[in-house]
């Protein structure tokens, strides 16, 4: 009952207009050639494999969901999600911007990043299946010995394999420091690896040939603590000499969660029973050769949300032009009808609009961090591409935690368009409600996310990092201010820019003297510096959308009005933020634990 | 896994300290006996009833829902629904607040609604069979004839029978206007009704006997819209003379929706075949007699979220005590262990405090409101009735939308404080989140609720209700104000009355020229109300907790740092939101329909 389209021209217009991404993959010699027609013809074959194969899949595999046979541990994966991924796998779609050493087509992260968000679109707790692959690929990319790399980057490459990232323990989450699996040497570069894990996306099913997974374990000399944690491969079935598969490996499923949302995703607990692995980096080091896969994974749930919100909107605007009920409060507008389609009522618009705007403006952000990312590993000159990782580390806490509330607060909205059919299971928008609550907690919480941000991304280094990007705002004003029509945007942008300089040298003293400031900070900061590079680029999509004005595309027009409802409706948020955040952590502490 | 204690302490506080319900009653001829042991045992007993034999029916209930019978259009419940709700009939708890003449307790509708937020924290799916049944009664005994009084009031106040209210369509849902179903006299004073209702909460089940529907439809000669429509009473079973169960009426439930949560209460889809009913109140005047049960429904609504709000805050907390995790910013707070209880984190008590400071206020605006309906039903003079009445009018929306938009939040802040846990079913966070998602929808949408707000109960009587409300602040504020320690409640206090006053007067300004201002203005105003009215309750409720500061109980101690929370971090909302609402119309409807 439920539909998608996927947002080619907005895509496009992101791409080609405000990033002008043609330009910066000029300057990258493994991207020189690129042109804006294969681009255009990527998304748009990726959009039909989203559209065509994936969504149709979707709501089944939340009714129905994976099940575990606790006799031969094995995963099925709800129906059409095995033949989907043969497809995926057979369109060579995994492949897109991997390495073209280990089989991949080498395109830039920003064309993988655009086609995930179809993907999640689509169908999220499927696209986890590659999503989480992709992650393992990154990782045993920048990690794996070239024996590892040469064993199974090419398979995690076509797809033929998939990854999992094997980190929660039950005692340990946010913490990783505490846990308990052990990795045992064999004296034949192997290890024997002994624990539980918990709440592994992906971590069994019927999909693939093999499962590589990503385990944190302790060696026997480790260090207590996040310092002594290394990182291994443990195959589910350990791969000969010549690539074929040899025996079953002791790792498996003891036991899949039943949760809120993403159904058709297997979130397995995972027993370890003497599994043999092979180390990736070095000894008590694994954590931050974990940090590539997560760093990649965070975005990736930016992605995740941007996707949901994108479909819900999509269904929300639909049922909005569709359900008539009631009349608008300055009289009939469609006379013809019995009542107005519920679009005539203003809340409507506001719900739709909000969910317009986040979308949207998600969509910049998520290009936008993958435009540099790509920028990180390919521009020529050192200087751009460290400046590029700077600023890639800056946002993903930002993608990750602003991008998922915003979804959460959008799919409730869109959700809330369709009354009571809202609730109800069949017409698929609570669906996305509870898949979106997910993303919310996983890869680290909003709140880890915002002790990111605040803590290490701006803190940490006083604040450059965040001048640098407030830097190029400015520039950017700067270089518009002259145009009247931009004031409406470049006005309350400036403004928030100066307070966001004002709050955060003001949480930076208060935490010299309790550090605990910083955590009562956080949360609202995020969101406030969210709001600021949001900002940012509605000011930039309302300049190019200017320029056309005159070309009689409503697709300009539209997009102008959306960047208006940004300013002036959801913008002034930061108001309160500010207020809260300055409010500061006494009236969090004041109460004593057990009055709780 | 989950645990609940009925808050009895704070119930009593709000009762006896605050409210001094006791006085208010000595006025009221009816209650003037009732005595604080009474109330208190009341409520103890009700508690045990919520805690000891709902709670434990809460998460099996959602696990395993209802079912429907297609042969025998029978609906099953989930195990222990029907033999908890014969230990309620049993225990008297129906008649609690129901008339003496019919067999009721006669205790006051305050009463009442505490017994219903504990009934509703443990088992909101449940509670909604005898929650309706109420709201029948009501309907009945405002309206009824004195032949259906005498026939059907005793059953529903023992709750042998239960009630429903058959109003939506599938084409008619917040416009009752456009409902089809038709009623043909059939001379002998009885209808023949046939027509679809869906939606229809606790429509089918085998909890009792016999079940009363109160259903809207169409006579012959009904104008179009909302003045054509009447109310009838279709029973399930036909009721012989001597009150004795007779045939089978032609209303059935031809299906059983699959929703998001609630999943233990049956949303049926009712067949009307030719059904045989009864005329209640006047031809035509339906609506207005099905607005007394669609009242007492709004504010059963909001008592719904104050229990989830309140079950979920007390998992949390004690989740946050046990649950180790990393250490505090400012260093290890439980040396003795490996990580330090999450609740050191100033972010997880901002989530919890904010769950605590609505479950609080709710609570106070909850038992309020039911003294109002008190004062309304039982004061002796007809100005302090009529006053009284006003009021409840000018509060329900708020109750109805401000509490249920505070549970959403709060119940997904206390699913978050659980991190990767609370997304697992087996723990029940996520069930009160689903649960309460439909609070938001049901007994007329929250934008519904914000037009009725804003446009009918203040700029309606242009403010003359509101302003009374107002008066009523500024007296306690006067009366408080030399107190230098209430300085910080109420100098805000003072300060966002003053910004309502402006706020409504602007709003009201711009909708003479454009009535669609309202609908762009209201679900922020609401929100902005919501808050003086809690603003002033918490500052009702600091008073209290100031002058019991030397008492040494620690109770009082954490009112105070709650209300201090309060005022710190959550009234800040109001700034975003007036400025969001003074936005107005433009920004929303500037975007033309196929745009979207």
């Known amino acids: 009952m439920s539909q998608y389209t996927p947002p080619l021209r907005d895509m496009q217009f992101v791409l080609h207009e405000v990033l002008k991404v043609e330009e910066a993959f000029k300057t990258m010699p493994a991207h020189a050639e690129l042109d804006v027609d294969t681009i255009n013809a990527v998304l748009e074959e990726g959009g039909k494999f989203a559209s065509e194969v994936l969504f149709p899949l979707n709501r089944e595999g939340d009714e129905i969901g994976c099940t575990l046979d606790p006799q031969t541990h094995a995963v099925t994966t709800p129906p059409g999600f095995a033949e989907a991924y043969r497809q995926f796998v057979d369109g060579g ?3 897109l911007s991997c390495d073209p050493e280990y089989g991949g087509q080498g395109l830039p992260v920003t064309l993988n990043q655009a086609f995930y968000e179809m993907l999640n679109s689509a169908n999220q707790a499927w696209t986890m299946y590659p999503g989480l692959t992709h992650g393992a690929y990154d990782a045993l990319h920048a990690h794996g010995t070239p024996e590892q790399k040469a064993t199974y980057l090419p398979k995690l490459t076509s797809g033929e394999w ?5 980190l929660t323990e039950p005692h340990a989450g946010t913490d990783l420091g505490l846990l308990r699996s052990k990795a045992e040497p064999q004296g034949d570069g192997t290890y024997r690896i002994t624990g539980e894990k918990i709440f592994i996306s992906s971590g069994e099913h019927d999909m693939a040939e093999n499962i590589i997974h990503l385990v944190l374990a302790r060696l026997p000399d480790a260090p207590a603590g996040s310092r002594g944690i290394s990182l291994f491969i ?10 074929s598969l040899g025996e079953r490996n002791g790792i498996y499923c003891g036991a899949i969660e039943h949760k809120m949302g993403i159904h058709g995703n297997s979130t397995c607990q995972m027993v370890l029973d003497g599994a043999v692995g ?3 980096g070095e000894p008590h080091k694994g954590l931050a050769a974990m940090f590539v896969m997560m760093n990649a994974a965070r975005l990736g749930v930016g992605m995740q949300s941007l996707g949901l919100t994108e479909v819900a909107y999509q269904n929300a605007a639909a049922y909005a032009k ?12 469609a006379k013809d009808k019995a009542a107005d389609p519920i679009i005539v009522h203003p809340d409507v618009r506001k719900m739709l609009l909000t969910a317009r705007a986040y979308a949207e403006g998600g969509r910049a952000l998520g290009m936008q961090v993958a435009l540099l990312i790509d920028e990180a590993q390919n521009a020529p000159d050192e200087a751009t591409r460290r400046d590029a990782e700077a600023t890639v580390a800056l946002l993903t806490p930002i993608v990750k935690a602003f ?6 607060l959008a799919t409730s909205h869109c959700m809330q368009v369709f009354g009571g059919h809202g609730f109800i299971r069949e017409w698929g928008m609570e669906q996305y409600v509870r898949d979106n609550r997910i993303n919310m907690i996983y890869e680290g919480t909003n709140t880890i996310q915002s002790l990111d941000l605040l803590g290490r991304k701006v803190l940490g280094d006083q604040g450059a990092q965040l001048k640098k990007f407030g830097a190029q705002i400015q520039q950017f004003a700067m270089a518009n201010m002259q145009d009247a029509r931009m004031q409406e945007f470049l006005l309350p942008l400036a403004d928030l820019g100066e307070k966001v300089t004002k709050l955060t040298a003001e949480v930076g003293m208060k935490a010299m003297s309790n550090p605990e400031e910083v955590g009562a900070a956080a949360v609202d900061y995020l969101r406030v510096v969210g ?3 949001f900002a940012y680029l509605w000011a930039r999509m309302a300049r190019v959308a200017l320029d056309k004005a005159d070309s009689g595309d409503r697709f300009y027009a539209a997009k102008l009005f959306t960047a208006r409802f940004y300013f002036a409706k959801l913008l002034p948020e930061t108001a309160s933020l500010i207020r809260s955040a300055r409010a500061g952590v006494e009236p969090l502490m004041a109460m004593e634990e057990d009055w709780f």
Do not use: E, Y
Request: net charge positive.
């Open 278 to 280: 092979t180390l990736v």
């Open 234 to 243: 443990v195959p589910k079935f350990h791969v000969n000499a010549d690539g």
């Open 531 to 533: 709001h600021l590079v």
């Open 322 to 333: 569709d359900r008539t009920q009631s009349r608008a409060l300055s009289g009939a507008k």
């Open 162 to 166: 998939t990854g999992t990232m094997c």
């Open 93 to 95: 779609w995994a492949a």
């Open 403 to 408: 991008l998922t509330d915003n979804g959460w």
